[in-house]
């Protein structure tokens, strides 16, 4: 059963970094899909970047240029990492894993999504 551990998140001001990580275990393979979704009060979660099991990463238009996908393989671990962070950033930040996607062009429904994090928080202030 693969089950993530979320770390890294925080409250920052405007224009500030922060790095997400999850760490996978009870998987025994090193291609899978790892992704950051998204949720803020009175909104839908929304998928905001990956890495794919051939290491092709996507982010969204709202966070390329801000936020880069990366993953240890040794450590079985991804990075999500958050630069000039803006209010609008502000959400619950999940991690979700999959072994079905190879290459990622877009972020996945959750139908596709075998296992979450249990969430961490990310505050910016202006």
């Known amino acids: 059963q693969v089950q993530l551990v979320e770390s890294g998140g925080g409250s920052v001001q405007a224009g500030g970094s922060l790095r997400l990580s999850c760490a996978v275990s009870?998987?025994?393979?090193?291609?899978?899909?790892i992704g950051w979704f998204r949720q803020s009060p009175g909104k839908e979660r929304e998928g905001v970047a990956g890495?794919?099991?051939?290491?092709?990463?996507f982010a969204i238009p709202s966070v390329k240029g801000r936020f880069s996908v990366s993953r240890d393989n040794a450590k079985k671990t991804a990075y999500l990492q958050m630069n000039n962070l803006q209010p609008e950033d502000t959400a619950m930040y999940f991690c979700a894993f999959s072994s079905r996607i190879l290459n990622i062009m877009n972020m996945p429904s959750s139908g596709l999504i075998e296992a979450w994090g249990q969430g961490t928080q990310v505050t910016v202030s202006s």
């Open positions: 009870g998987y025994r393979y090193s291609s899978y899909f």
């Open positions: 890495i794919g099991g051939d290491d092709s990463t």
